[in-house]
């Protein structure tokens, strides 16, 4: 069975760091691409930022360009996020989501992939 774990959430001073991992099982990130989302209350689902396990290549959205980072350790099959400089408009539950072998061209792609359950970030001022 796919399944994903987040985990690293927590709370965190405005201009902080964290560190999410989503740690997979049932499938290899060699095959799978994963996508970071983080849905605030009231707000819609966001696309974060993006892994592609076609050619390793990277997304994110503007809003954290230049903040936050994904990689990947596939010999643990665990990607991460790390999240520096963090906002308190960073707060929001974040999840992972796994599609096979897709390109990070859109993030609209991965509604037809595999979720975590999320892990919360607050983002305190």
């Known amino acids: 069975e796919v399944q994903l774990v987040e985990s690293g959430g927590g709370l965190v001073q405005a201009g902080g760091s964290l560190r999410l991992s989503c740690a997979a099982s049932?499938?290899?990130?060699?095959?799978?691409?994963i996508a970071w989302f983080r849905q605030a209350p009231g707000k819609e689902r966001e696309g974060v930022s993006c892994l592609s396990s076609v050619d390793g290549s990277t997304k994110y959205a503007d809003s954290v360009k230049g903040r936050f980072t994904i990689s990947s350790d596939n010999a643990k099959n665990t990607v991460y996020l790390q999240m520096n400089s963090l906002k308190p408009e960073d707060t929001a539950v974040y999840y992972c989501?796994?599609?096979?072998?897709?390109?990070?061209?859109?993030?609209?792609?991965?509604?037809?992939?595999?979720w975590g359950q999320g892990t919360q970030v607050t983002v305190s001022s």
């Open positions: 989501a796994a599609g096979a072998h897709y390109y990070c061209s859109a993030y609209g792609l991965f509604k037809r992939g595999s």
């Open positions: 049932g499938f290899s990130l060699d095959d799978y691409s």
